[in-house]
């Protein structure tokens, strides 16, 4: 499903190399989770990938079901099954997250030479996710994020997710600023996106959130590169004695 | 105040190509006075306190600039309002396209008719209000206006009238010249909703002077027509009484030239008036909102929001004031004007003027010119939504504070779609 190979990045602006030769190959159906310390590049990784400005590729690839990520559009990127679960999900003031939604969704079935969803369609199909979710009609009116709480930024992204039906899930700290409640909700509506035909790549800090969405290969990412993979015990090794060990052990 | 020379000659070969129409005692009487006013104050000058931003010149003009007419495949607004439509084509009424002026409620009339009676209701207003708007601050065009307007109307209002009066300003003749003058007057507790769309002319002198009184409702929404080279110059002149609500909302699409102004007098405690616009522009684009809301009476609310869309050297301008009079306690004034530069070529000047001699007040303005949101724009790309249409969304975002103000949705409908128009035009 996603492959990068090899893959250097550095910042726009200056000379700062973020991505020093990553290799990752999350096949279909998988969950792969990734974790390591503060700078590792983890974030750098989620943003070039979805197609961020600011980054500089300077060597490698990454490809989604063959095709060139890297050569495509974010809205492109989208389309092809792309999608990032934002650390810090941002607020648009005046645009409605329904209308948000339905022209998201909308403009992805265009470019995929599909039908668009009609009105009551649409409604039918959010309610029913949004339930599951537990985000109330209001939360559905209101501006993009605005006035949400951290847990309903994060379940709103769960919600797109829902909606949008992407085959690549990318992550990010999705778990962070969650309290425990919160984050049962939003582990149980990713798991109830699992399916054969589409992946995970979950990039978190702690060990907590996979025991909500049990990862089937975890990495280490350290200074640019990812520096151990293993299965769902190497979770629980960070957890226990921390990145110490495995930094060394790799040194 | 004496006028300065060269003032006085570019008034007077102004004044030259006019003529006053003719009408009853009082009709000639206030036009009389408006002529007295302006050979007093002159038309304006560049160096003029509020002309600093906005250029008179094609104003002041004896000769209209021509405007090539814009022939558009777009369809008429607010035709399906159930309204009673009132044409004017290059500035004349047109009677065979207009409906019959009448209405449940309604005390309707052209200006000429109105002006040929030695009695009649719109005396009290059609002039007053406008010459009550001079001080502080001098408006010649209004003034030129109630001198030398050549048609109009008069309407009244004295019961909550179901049926918006949609005034359709056609522009046909490409050199025409219009000055309109409208008398409004809402009797206490009556109701009116008054509409307005279109170019009207190459050049536009517009003067609406409304009097609403004690708890009666006027509500007014206008779209400036999209004819690119039109100019306009136009002025609101309210007054309102105890417990009575004003609200106005402007659409302006297009034109190199546009100043619209609006003076507001709250003279009854507890009255409400709310003054919004959306002004979006790309390339030869000047448009300039300048308002004054004065506050003389207890516990009353004005609002002012005001947005502009600029692009590729577009100008904004606002100058905005707020005067809250000694004694007028519990007011409660709002002032928001922002521009969003969608490049750098355009211009946003701002002017926005607070002057409160009550001491138990609460007033808040502020002004901002800012570009598109970029992280805004990758949240909506990253979920499928074409870059175009992201900006037109976060467009639509920023304009949605004035378009609020529109309180009918079908009204409110009308004016998005004229907005979906231009930026689907724009595109690409």
Redesign the interface.
Known sequence: MLNIKDLHVKLEEEDKVILKGVDLDVPAGAVHAIMGPNGSGKSTLSYVL????GYEVTSGSATLDGADLLEL???E???AGLF?A?QY???????GNM??LR???N??RK?RGEDEISAGDFLKLIREKAKSLKIDADMLKR??NVGFSGGEKKRNEIL?MAM?EPKMCILDETDSGLDVDAMRLVSEGVNALRDAGRSFLVITHYQRLLDHIKPDVVHIMANGRMIKSGGPELALEVEKNGYADILEEMA | MAMAAENSDATADRLASLTMPEGSGWASAARGAALERLQMMGLPRRRDEYWRFTRPDDLNATQAPSAAVLHSDEGSLFSDVDRLNIVFRDGVFDAAASDDLSGEGLEIERLETATARDIHWSKDVYGVLEARGQVPVQRPFAALNTAFATDGIVIRATARVSKPVNLTYLHEDPDSDSILHFVVRVEAGAELTVLENGPAAARFNKCMEIDVADGGTFHHVRAQGRDHERRAVTHLFARLGIGSTFKSFTLTVNGVLTRNEAVIEITGDNAVAHIAGAAVGDGNFHHDDTVFVTHDAVNCESRQVFKKVLRNGAVGVFQGKILVKNGAQKTDGYQISQALLLDEDAQFLAKPELEIYADDVACSHGSTTGAI????L??????????D??QD??V??????AIDEIDSEVIADNILARLEGWLVRRRG
Not at chain 1, 50 to 53: A, L
Not at chain 2, 373 to 376: L, P
Not at chain 2, 378 to 385: D, I, K, P, T
């Open positions: 979805s197609g961020r400005d559009d974010p809205e990127r989208a389309s990032l934002f999900p941002v607020e648009i003031p005046g645009v209308t948000f022209t998201a969704l403009a992805q470019a501006p993009v797109q949008l | 949101d970029e992280e805004a990758f949240y909506l790309r990253s979920r499928g939504v074409p870059t249409e992201a969304l976060l639509l975002a920023f304009l949605a504070e």
